[in-house]
């Protein structure tokens, strides 16, 4: 059976519904991952969880070291990896506990690790990163949806900004001009990392908070763990109605 993990991001440090098989800590080419990588079975089926952000929740965006969590993955034998994160939304239909499954990327960031191809010991490699979800596993997560009764946006346009800092009303102002629908911190070099390494990868994006200036007052914590916890929620069960289908 091909290997599925998932990644955790804000909002899901854990699986509640994994029953745990083993804990698998690695040291990498590339350093140490965000955390043990967790072997369990969800709906009957072995996965492999990682908390991005580490457990505790110890890891800003701009300091995961994504190389190391992708090798790891890969090393443990992964071909398909499931990427939660939470993003704050930007145009109309993304609102706050709505959940989008992004198409495309635009790259914010600056000075991280982008590829595993930057010494002598390799050849210069080009990647086509045209479409940088798999579309295969795109659509089952649109079909797990529809059958989970979830209602998602089966499409969007993920900017991903350098953080820890939240965006200016100006950026979120660019980023919508640019055709972004979403903002988060953690898609890239990630997604970009498993193409090199031939992974299917595919993302669900959790909105959060509405992105800066698209509401009067500020963005609180307060109100982001509210969004977190009902997004969050059918996220479970999206997940476990993926992989009933895959």
């Given at each position: ?36 990588f967790?072997t ?10 990682l ?27 992964v ?21 989008a ?18 010494d ?9 990163f ?35 800092r ?12 640019d055709?972004?629908?979403l ?9 970009a ?36 916890h ?17």
């Amino acid at each position: 059976m091909t290997k599925l993990a998932i990644i955790g991001g804000t909002g899901l440090a854990q699986l509640s519904d994994l029953t745990i098989i083993k804990h698998d800590r690695l040291t990498t080419p590339y350093g140490s991952p965000s955390a043990d990588f967790i072997t369990g079975e969800l709906s009957q089926k072995e996965v492999i969880f990682l908390a991005r952000h580490g457990n505790p929740h110890i890891l800003a965006p701009h300091r995961i070291n994504y190389r190391a969590n992708i090798w790891g993955l890969k090393h443990l034998g992964v071909e398909q990896i499931i990427a939660v994160a939470a993003v704050g939304g930007i145009t109309a239909e993304m609102v706050p506990a709505h959940i989008a499954i992004p198409d495309h990327i635009i790259d914010y960031t600056h000075n991280r690790k982008h590829t595993f191809f930057e010494d002598e010991n390799y050849p210069v490699t080009h990647i086509d990163f045209t479409h940088p979800y798999s579309p295969r596993l795109r659509s089952a997560l649109i079909a797990a949806a529809a059958k989970a009764n979830i209602k998602i946006s089966p499409t969007a346009t993920y900017g991903c900004t350098q953080g820890p800092r939240l965006e200016t009303a100006a950026e979120i102002k660019r980023m919508e001009r640019d055709g972004c629908d979403l903002v988060g911190m953690t898609a890239m070099p990630e997604a970009a990392l498993a193409k090199e390494l031939g992974m299917d990868y595919a993302a669900i994006s959790v909105i959060a908070n509405w992105a800066a200036g698209k509401t009067a007052g500020e963005i609180t914590i307060a109100e982001i763990e509210q969004n977190l916890h009902v997004g969050m929620a059918n996220t479970a069960e999206l997940l476990k109605a993926f992989i009933l289908l895959i």
